[in-house]
């Protein structure tokens, strides 16, 4: 899964547990849905796009911003996701936009080695 599509706003440390995510994996893209706060105050390692959602969206307008964001930037088949930060109405508008643009995708979290995709057992 070489794209990584992560919520990156609300919710104390998550902004580190993303960080492993993109640190723990080679990933060929990686998106991550923010607010402005997130935009100025984070600090994205290189190749790390930012698509900021605009201040009080509704789940259909953060849907459009999402979708224009990564229309067309996508060639894989499936995509990670990771909803370890951020709201609920981001999650919504994130999973909605990942489906309208036709992608597959798997829940992906930080491991201490390496990055573990749910539903998928393991040792």
């Known amino acids: 899964m070489p794209t990584l599509i992560a919520c990156l706003s609300v919710g ?3 902004w580190t547990e993303v960080l492993k995510l993109i640190a ?15 935009k100025e105050n984070f600090k994205a390692p ?12 509704s789940v259909e307008q953060a849907t459009k911003t999402i979708t224009q964001s990564l229309h067309g930037k996508i060639n894989d088949f499936e ?4 909803f370890i930060s951020g709201t609920g109405m981001e999650h919504m508008a994130l999973l909605e936009a990942v ?14 080695r390496g990055v573990g995709i749910l539903g998928i057992e393991r040792n």
Do not use: H
């Open 12 to 14: 104390k440390g998550t």
């Open 24 to 38: 723990n994996q080679q990933w060929t893209n990686v998106f991550l849905i923010t607010n402005q706060f997130g």
């Open 46 to 57: 290189p190749g790390v796009e930012l698509i900021v959602l605009p201040e009080n969206s």
């Open 79 to 82: 995509v990670a996701l990771n």
């Open 99 to 112: 489906l309208e643009l036709g992608l597959n995708f798997r829940l992906v979290v930080a491991r201490d």
